[in-house]
Each structure stands twice: as structure tokens, then as C-alpha cells.
């Protein structure tokens, strides 16, 4: 069964966040999605903080989808992680409804469930030298 779960990276606070949840206690603020795959900062009411205007930047948060693999230490791999592969190193992505492993040093680009025993190391915005 698949299961459809995300993490988003947090621009600003440089965080990667899996509960859905920003801040702590009554400041929490909860991440919504909408039908375009945009996300936006909600209060405990349900609205962003402008009276339900969307004031969350574009850019603040990416999107990742959990790709229902699990890597060689029963690590889950998501979308934006970079794992080994035999010598290489590549990082996880999805193009249209394939998840794609991508070698970082030279374009060579294959389905992640060709990929034998892979191990997440990494993930693009907390591992940024893994991708030189």
C-alpha cells in the first residue's frame, strides 16, 4: 500500500519539519497544503494570520513526498535526500510519477527502484556539501 505522506523544508527557520507543526506550544503555527501543492502558515483557527489572507512567501517552504522505500537501515527515503548508491552519490527527486536517483557529479539519471541497497546519507538543504 502506498502511503502518501510529505516533510517540508523550512527557508527561514532552516528546518526540516515532518509533524506539520511550526513553533512550539500556543505559537504553533500548522503547515496547510493546497490543491496546487502550495504551502501556507495557519494559526490554531484554521486561517493564516491576516484574516485567512495567504501572507506565507511562495518561497519559504519546499514540498517533499516520501517516496515508500526504505534504504538499507530501514531509513525512510524521501524526496530531496541524497543516498549511496554502489560509488555514487546521488540525491532523490520525482519528475512527473517517477522517483528518479540522480548522480550528483555527472548527468546520469535512473528509477530509484532500480537502485540495489541504497543508503540515505543526506539530504539536500542540511547536506549541501554532499552534492560536490
Do not use: M, T
Given at each position: 500500500m502506498n502511503q502518501k505522506k510529505f516533510r517540508v523544508w523550512d527557508n527561514e527557520e532552516k528546518v526540516l519539519i515532518y509533524n506539520g507543526c511550526v513553533g512550539a506550544g500556543s505559537?504553533?503555527?500548522?503547515?496547510n497544503?493546497?490543491?496546487?501543492?502550495?504551502?501556507?502558515?495557519?494559526n490554531a483557527f484554521g486561517f493564516d494570520s491576516i484574516l485567512g489572507t495567504p501572507v506565507t512567501p511562495p518561497d519559504r517552504f519546499i514540498l517533499?513526498?516520501?517516496?515508500?522505500?526504505?534504504d538499507i537501515n530501514k531509513k525512510?527515503?524521501?524526496?530531496?535526500?541524497?543516498?549511496?548508491?554502489?560509488?555514487?552519490?546521488?540525491?532523490i527527486e520525482f519528475r512527473g510519477s517517477n522517483c528518479l536517483a540522480t548522480r550528483m557529479d555527472v548527468s546520469d539519471t535512473i528509477l530509484?527502484?532500480?537502485?540495489?541497497?541504497?543508503?540515505?546519507?543526506?539530504?539536500?538543504?542540511e547536506n549541501p556539501e554532499l552534492s560536490k
Open positions: 505559537a504553533c503555527e500548522f503547515i497544503i493546497d490543491f496546487n501543492g502550495n504551502c501556507h502558515l495557519n517533499e513526498q516520501y517516496v515508500n522505500r526504505l525512510e527515503i524521501w524526496e530531496g535526500d541524497i543516498i549511496k548508491h554502489g560509488e555514487s552519490i546521488r540525491f530509484l527502484s532500480f537502485c540495489d541497497s541504497p543508503e540515505v546519507i543526506g539530504n539536500i538543504h
